[in-house]
């Protein structure tokens, strides 16, 4: 159980009632009424909202019971540990505003709140409770749902009622709501079940077919690739054979080419040529040796013929 505007909080629910009535908690609803005096049903309405959240809290803690079979009380922290001799069990106090806790012994608990540090944390606590207060009672103001229960809080009405009663049956509900949802949920995996089935079938189907189109596939591409590598195969011969008649062209000419370089290299091109004047020169004086003798016998014929007509000029 909780009281939001003074920061209090307990498992008992006598000491909740207590703190109710407390002047603490009347201090903070005068600071209520103080900060805000246009709203004079303000501080009232806080008030009923925190009785309405711990009967709500209270209300939960007795269905668990009822649930469980078992009392919802806490149990000793200590329960079933043996201390030893240095230790003693004893009741101490705490200070929300120090976050201590104090033996609690009456001259222990005086010289804590004398302190200086306990007087400057509480100044700070308690600046720090008014602007929680303001927030609180703001958000009241500016929220469309807790508005809407003020206004109905003003003129008289009953806001929380509703709440309570929800509570009170909502284990219940709870429960049938439970049950709607397991029932929903089983039905659904039902359905879902089904659909899986009808789609690995079908998925079966589809593969078997995807399987048939990607063989044929493969096989197409397979026939593609052995034509392209024929045609590369006799390509390659082509240039192999080509290259071969290229190369014995080229060492042919090669070695007529190194023979004309070996014969320059020896000097043979200018006796050769001078062989070759020679030979016409041989050739001319053999004619021109033709033509001495022709001549010689012409001479020698005349000479007879001329012997043969006039024989009495003979010697």
């Not at 370089?261 to 043979?268: I, L, R, Y």
């Not at 053999?286 to 010689?296: N, T």
Request: include cysteine; aromatic fraction near 6%.
């Amino acid at each position: 159980m909780y009281c939001a505007l003074c920061n209090f909080n307990t498992l008992e629910v006598e000491e909740m009632d207590t703190h109710m009535e407390s002047d603490e908690h009347k201090s903070s609803l005068l600071l209520v009424d103080k900060n805000f005096p246009k709203e004079k049903m303000l501080s009232r309405f806080l008030h009923e909202r925190i009785r309405m959240l711990n009967k709500k809290t209270e209300i939960g803690k007795l269905l668990w019971e009822k649930k469980h079979g078992v009392s919802y009380k806490t149990k000793d922290a200590l329960e079933g540990m043996e201390l030893p001799d240095c230790l003693q069990r004893m009741d101490v106090v705490r200070c929300p505003a120090c976050r201590s806790h104090i033996p609690a012994l009456e001259w222990e608990v005086q010289a804590h709140l004398q302190s200086v540090r306990h007087a400057s944390y509480f100044q700070d606590i308690q600046n720090n409770h008014f602007e929680k207060i303001r927030h609180i009672a703001m958000n009241v103001l500016s929220k469309h749902r807790d508005n809407l229960q003020y206004e109905r809080f003003k003129k008289g009405e009953d806001p929380f009622a509703e709440e309570i009663l929800a509570a009170e049956e909502g284990e219940e509900q709870k429960e049938k709501k439970g049950e709607q949802k397991r029932k929903g949920i089983a039905e659904v995996k039902k359905v879902i079940k089904k659909t899986v089935k009808t789609k690995e079938q079908g998925g079966e189907k589809g593969k078997a077919s995807e399987k048939k189109g990607t063989d044929d596939r493969e096989k197409e591409q397979a026939g593609k690739v052995g034509s392209l590598e024929e045609k590369k195969v006799e390509e390659k011969r082509v240039e192999e054979k080509s290259d071969l008649q290229g190369g014995e062209e080229k060492n042919v000419d090669d070695k007529d080419a190194s023979k004309q370089e070996e014969f320059q290299d020896c000097g043979g091109s200018d006796e050769y040529e001078d062989e070759e004047e020679a030979d016409e020169e041989d050739e001319g004086e053999f004619v021109q040796g033709e033509r001495l003798g022709e001549d010689e016998e012409e001479e020698d014929g005349e000479e007879e013929g001329h012997c043969h007509t006039h024989p009495e000029q003979r010697p």
